[in-house]
T-cell receptor
Framework: GAGVSQSPSNKVTEKGKDVELRCDPI?????LYWYRQSLGQGLEFLIY????????KSGLPSDRFSAERTGGSVSTLTIQRTQQEDSAVYLC??????????FGPGTRLTVL | AQSVTQPDIHITVSEGASLELRCNYS??????LFWYVQSPGQGLQLLLK??????LVQGIKGFEAEFKRSQSSFNLRKPSVHWSDAAEYFC?????????????FGQGTTLQVKP
């Protein structure tokens, strides 16, 4: 069956611009996660959704980062006023039960 | 706080040789443990997981891992490495409560396979 998909696969933007990253989870998976993978910080948790609610936003690095999930399915991660330190690969994962997480291919964000 | 340590940043083995990647965790309760593999430009693929029960778990691609509570370790092994196993490997522990379900990852181990 279809796995987790993310778009775009690559995004190049200028410092100060806003970007939106999209995640389509596996159908029926109620849990959805965003992680960030960067050279200096490794793999870091950003936010966790259960359904459309985000009970854990503890990993969002600043108030420039926000995320939403609609219809218990698609999620969008928005970064406002991007900075060069936001350059990273953003990974989305979904899970049927919170335990086993299935990852998408990621969006590589480059901020010039 | 929960943490995962992968002591080896980079490992090189010859094709056909055995492999062991080390993982140590810090977690107060019984851990949920995972090994993921990431090929260049790809997302993370789950190799195997430990939730409870038999401490030796089998995964995909001929990998296995052993949970040792006394050593707080969950080392990944493969008896004979193939060139296609060259990738980055991540150990992770699940942190679960009523309001979260996130994975805490180690820094990763890059595996290079010599022909």
């Amino acid at each position: 069956g279809a796995g987790v998909s993310q778009s775009p696969s690559n995004k190049v933007t200028e410092k100060g611009k806003d970007v939106e990253l999209r995640c389509d989870p596996i159908s029926g998976h109620t849990a959805l996660y965003w992680y960030r993978q960067s050279l200096g910080q490794g793999l870091e948790f950003l936010i966790y959704f259960q359904g459309n609610s985000a009970p854990d936003k503890s990993g969002l690095p600043s108030d420039r980062f926000s995320a939403e999930r609609t219809g218990g399915s698609v999620s969008t991660l928005t970064i406002q006023r991007t900075q060069q330190e936001d350059s990273a690969v953003y990974l989305c994962a979904s899970s049927p039960d919170r335990h086993e997480q299935f990852f998408g291919p990621g969006t590589r964000l480059t901020v010039l | 706080a929960q943490s995962v340590t992968q002591p080896d940043i980079h490992i090189t083995v010859s094709e056909g040789a055995s492999l062991e990647l080390r993982c140590n965790y810090s977690y107060g309760a019984t851990p949920y443990l995972f090994w993921y593999v990431q090929s260049p430009g790809q997302g993370l693929q789950l190799l195997l997981k430990y939730f409870s029960g038999d401490t030796l778990v089998q995964g995909i691609k001929g990998f296995e891992a052993e949970f040792k509570r006394s050593q707080s370790s969950f080392n990944l092994r493969k008896p004979s490495v193939h060139w296609s196993d060259a990738a980055e490997y991540f150990c992770a522990v699940g942190q679960y409560s009523s309001n979260t379900g996130k994975l805490i990852f180690g820094q990763g181990t890059t595996l290079q396979v010599k022909p």
